[in-house]
Each structure stands twice: as C-alpha cells, then as structure tokens.
C-alpha cells in the first residue's frame, strides 16, 4: 500500500510540473491517457531513484560535500531526463525539453512530493 501511495504522489507531482515547467510535458488523447501516463512516468521516475540514484551518491560523495548537497539539485535533475528518455523508449507520450526544464522540474517534483508526503503521512 506504502508503494501505491508513493507512486500516487509522484504522479501527482509529475502533474503540477507538467503545468508549471514550460518544457515538461505530457500528451495524450484523454484524461485517462495523461493520467495513466504520469502513473507509468511516476513508476519509472521511482525505481530510477531507487536503483541508480544511490550509485551515484555514492560514487559523487565528494562532490556533494564540495558543494554543500547542490551537485543533488543536478543530479535529479539528469534523473528527471532519464526518466523522460525511458518512458519515450516505452512510448509514454511524456517529454522534458532539456536540462534547464529537467532542473526546474525536480525542484517542483521533489518540493511537491515533499508537501504531499506531510500531509498523507500516515505514521
């Protein structure tokens, strides 16, 4: 249940950037489309977090001590563009149009997650 709850934020999340972001977008022909699609989005965003963004925490300590956890800002930014390439490969009509829009992208994925996780916490 933890994890569909997890996965709803994300997509929530991935939603509110679609509408802030200029350059974050998701396409489809129905709501039902959209929604599905951030679902899967949300999905991929997830296990890249868990698998590959652990890696590179750790293989980046340095640089996240040299800048004071900034480098983390680019970091998931890169991830966002990640996700964005694998869910094109899986046809997801969902696109980021490049770095800056990636940056802007998970500052409002992460603080929304952030807002959303406060208030659902269920602890």
Do not use: Q
């Not at 997801?92 to 800056?100: I, M, Y």
């Amino acid at each position: 249940m933890r994890i569909l709850l997890k996965t709803a934020i994300t997509a929530a999340a991935l939603w509110v950037a679609t509408l802030l972001v200029d350059g974050i977008a998701v396409t489809g022909d129905t709501d039902l489309r959209r929604a599905a699609t951030l679902v899967g989005v949300a999905v991929i965003f997830g296990l890249i977090n868990v698998v590959i963004k652990p890696i590179v925490k750790t293989l980046g300590c340095a640089f996240y001590v040299l800048t004071l956890g900034l480098i983390g800002l680019v970091v998931n930014a890169l991830l966002l563009l990640l996700a964005s390439n694998l869910a094109e490969r899986l046809e997801l009509p969902f696109h980021v149009n490049g770095f800056w829009p990636a940056f802007w992208g998970a500052i409002v994925v992460g603080v929304v997650g952030w807002i959303l996780n406060l208030l659902l916490n269920d602890d």
